[in-house]
C-alpha cells in the first residue's frame, strides 16, 4: 500500500497501521544514522533530570529515536527532534490551560491508554513542564481507577479515544478532574465526550 505520507499545505501525515494518524514535524530518521559514532559530552548531564533530557534530545536531535508501525507494515522512525518538538507544544499548550481555583503546575497529570509514542510524548511533555505525570493502565478495574484518580487528585486526564465511554463514568465520581485531553483527534467522539461531561463542569480537548 502507498501513500502512508500524507502531505497537506501545513504539515506532513504520518498514517500508523492502527488506522490512527500523526503530525510530523521532521523528516524521517534512517534506521542507518543509529550507528552514527556516540559522542561522549560531559555537559548532557544536566542539575537535575529534565536539564540531563533536554540536553540529550538537543544533542541527538538527527537520530532515530521512536519507531511506528504504519499502515504498509513498514517501520517509521521519529527523531529526537520530532519527539522533543511533540512533547514541547504539548507541555506548552498544557501551561495554557486554565483550570478552577487551581494552577496548572500545583496539578497532576493522568495518562490512560495504551503503550503508544502518543504516550510517551505526554508523558515527557510533563517532565519538560515541571509536572507529575500518573500512568493509569487499561487493566484497572472502574474501582482501581476511580482510587487512582481520587488519590493522586489528578486534574487533567489524557485518555485514548476508544476509553472515551469508559471515562465518563469515573469523572463522574473523580471532583478532581476538571480538563480530559483525547490523544488522538476524533470529531465524533470529542463532540459525544463534550456533551456527557458538560454537566460536570470538565472540559475537553484534543
Not at 498544557?94 to 497529570?109: A, E, F, N, Q
Request: with cysteine; glycine share 4%.
Amino acid at each position: 500500500r502507498r501513500g502512508v505520507i500524507k502531505e497537506t499545505k501545513s504539515s506532513r501525515i504520518l498514517t500508523l497501521r492502527n488506522g490512527k494518524t500523526m503530525k510530523l514535524y521532521s523528516t524521517c530518521a534512517r534506521f542507518e544514522d543509529d550507528k552514527l559514532p556516540v559522542v561522549k559530552d560531559s555537559n548532557l548531564k544536566g542539575n537535575d533530570l529534565t536539564q540531563t533530557f533536554r540536553n540529550v534530545f538537543e544533542k541527538n536531535c538527527q537520530r532515530p529515536c521512536l519507531g511506528a508501525e504504519t499502515s504498509d507494515r513498514k517501520i517509521f522512525w521519529f527523531t529526537y527532534k520530532d519527539i522533543y518538538s511533540r512533547a514541547q507544544k504539548i507541555s506548552s499548550e498544557l501551561r495554557s490551560i486554565d483550570l478552577i481555583d487551581v494552577k496548572v503546575s500545583d496539578t497532576t497529570v493522568g495518562i490512560y491508554g495504551k503503550n503508544s509514542i502518543h504516550w510517551i510524548c505526554v508523558d515527557l511533555a510533563c517532565l519538560f513542564g515541571e509536572m507529575i505525570s500518573v500512568p493509569l493502565h487499561t487493566s484497572f478495574s472502574h474501582d482501581a481507577l476511580i482510587s487512582t484518580v481520587n488519590r493522586a487528585r489528578i486534574g487533567i486526564l489524557f485518555i485514548d479515544s476508544e476509553y472515551a465511554n469508559y471515562v465518563v463514568d469515573v469523572v463522574k465520581e473523580c471532583k478532581t478532574v476538571s480538563v480530559i485531553v483525547l490523544m488522538h483527534s476524533n470529531r465524533a467522539v470529542e463532540t459525544k465526550l463534550r456533551r456527557r461531561v458538560s454537566s460536570n463542569d470538565v472540559k475537553v480537548y484534543t
